[in-house]
């Protein structure tokens, strides 16, 4: 019996971005943040799971000293649609006051999740604080959120790969695909 994993890397899904795509876009976004950041050592802050891989390879692009931690939240469960409330599961370790804080995400969809650490970590005091995210989904907020950073803007789909799960599968897929 095959997988399904297998049935993505053999064709049974569209293909969105290509691995070579995301790894383009990820080194000209750590060009432009190495540049924006120029004397400075900023933290990343990765939100798990789904930016486990943009996380690190963003950081190899990364051409200051700089620190890494990750946050844990979710919105999903096992499902396609956020149940609109946020949970964390784990909070950062480090401290940020007075820090240079950039928060990496995997995407955006409906803005709750980026709004809600927005305002969390902006109680810690850092001194500045922006956001990066892989993906922006086209028309799908609910909310007003910033967004510093942006690799590719995408329609409003439901997608999988490069970190991105659907009932916590497909994370290890190298592409982005569309799964809806
Ligand atoms: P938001 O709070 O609705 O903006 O959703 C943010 C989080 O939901 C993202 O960081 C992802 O972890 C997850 N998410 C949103 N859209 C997708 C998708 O198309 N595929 C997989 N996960 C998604
Ligand atoms: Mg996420």
């Known amino acids: 019996m095959i997988s399904e994993t297998a049935k993505f890397l053999e064709g049974h899904y569209p293909v969105l971005l290509t691995p070579e795509q995301i790894q383009q876009k990820i080194c000209e976004l750590g060009e432009t943040i190495s540049n924006d950041y120029q004397g400075l ?18 950081m190899r692009h990364i051409t200051l000293d700089c620190e890494v931690d990750f946050v844990k939240i979710s919105s999903y469960g096992d499902a396609m649609q956020t149940s609109g409330v946020v949970k964390v599961r784990k909070e950062i370790d480090c401290h940020i006051e007075e820090r240079d804080v950039l928060v990496v995400e995997d995407i955006i969809d409906s803005g709750l999740s980026v709004k809600y650490l927005e305002k969390k970590l902006t109680d810690l005091k850092p001194k500045s604080l922006k956001f990066v995210s892989l993906l922006v989904k086209e028309g799908s907020a609910k909310v007003d959120y910033r967004c510093d950073y942006v690799g590719f803007r995408i ?13 916590q599968k497909f994370r290890n897929l190298p592409a982005i695909y569309v799964m809806d």
């Not at 050592?41 to 963003?58: E, K, Q």
């Not at 329609?155 to 009932?167: A, I, Q, T």
């Open 41 to 58: 050592c900023p933290v990343f802050i990765g939100v798990l799971n789904g930016s486990y891989m943009f996380t690190a390879d963003l």
């Open 155 to 167: 329609p409003n789909r439901f997608v999988v790969g490069y970190g991105l799960d659907y009932s």
